[in-house]
T-cell receptor, first 112, second 113 residues
Framework: DVKVTQSSRYLVKRTGEKVFLECVQD?????MFWYRQDPGLGLRLIYF???????EKGDIPEGYSVSREKKERFSLILESASTNQTSMYLC???????????FGQGTRLTVV | DQQVKQNSPSLSVQEGRISILNCDYT??????FLWYKKYPAEGPTFLIS?????DKNEDGRFTVFLNKSAKHLSLHIVPSQPGDSAVYFC????????????FGSGTQLTVLP
């Protein structure tokens, strides 16, 4: 089975801090994604990557950046955390040309 | 503007009865549709999918129906079980660089024993 692992289940950070959310997948998937889940809004795509060092903006990239230096790892960076970035963050991966994405367990981030 | 809409935030059904979850989309470029199930504090897990060239796909208790002319799909669960209680997300994708998914807002299904 594909395993997508997010480094933290729960995080509490202060406003203005730089925050790193890490995601690792073990199935050699080219595609990786970062979503956030908010009540009533579903999952919204922040950034995705279809190859090492490649990245593309999703629907809500403002306030975020990403890094993909190795195929198995995709990091989401909050340059200066704000309270409106309090959310559940979900990482996913998939094979090229395939629609089905596999998700990690999520990171519940609270910015205070 | 939401391209994938799930207009029912919640649904309650009795154990053993049918659960019907609905989803509408607006983007004609979507050619593949998926349903994911999510328990609290866990990531979504894939449930079932359907290509736009089909109008029905079945897997055990789960069936997805697609009506392309109405831009509507539905997930049927028969019979419903208490363990099916979760949030169900509809997702859609168009051919693109990474087949990224566009999700609806989710429907909380509660199956009452």
């Amino acid at each position: 089975d594909v395993k997508v692992t997010q480094s933290s289940r729960y995080l509490v950070k202060r406003t203005g801090e730089k925050v790193f959310l890490e995601c690792v997948q073990d199935m050699d998937h080219e595609n990786m994604f970062w979503y956030r889940q908010d009540p009533g809004l579903g999952l919204r795509l922040i950034y995705f990557s279809y190859d090492v060092k490649m990245k593309e903006k999703g629907d809500i990239p403002e306030g975020y950046s990403v890094s993909r230096e190795k195929k198995e790892r995709f990091s989401l960076i909050l340059e200066s955390a704000s309270t409106n970035q309090t959310s559940m963050y979900l990482c996913a991966s998939s094979l090229p040309g395939r629609y089905r994405a596999f998700f990690g367990q999520g990171t519940r981030l609270t910015v205070v | 503007d939401q391209q994938v809409k799930q207009n029912s935030p919640s649904l309650s059904v009795q154990e053993g009865r049918i659960s019907i979850l609905n989803c509408d989309y607006t983007n004609s470029m979507f050619d593949y549709f998926l349903w994911y199930k999510k328990y609290p504090a866990e990531g979504p897990t894939f449930l079932i999918s359907i290509s736009s060239i089909k109008d029905k796909n079945e897997d055990g208790r789960f069936t997805v129906f697609l009506n392309k002319s109405a831009k509507h799909l539905s997930l049927h669960i028969v019979p419903s079980q208490p363990g099916d209680s979760a949030v169900y997300f509809c997702a859609a994708s168009a051919s693109g660089s990474a087949r990224q998914l566009t999700f609806g807002s989710g429907t909380q299904l509660t199956v009452l024993p």
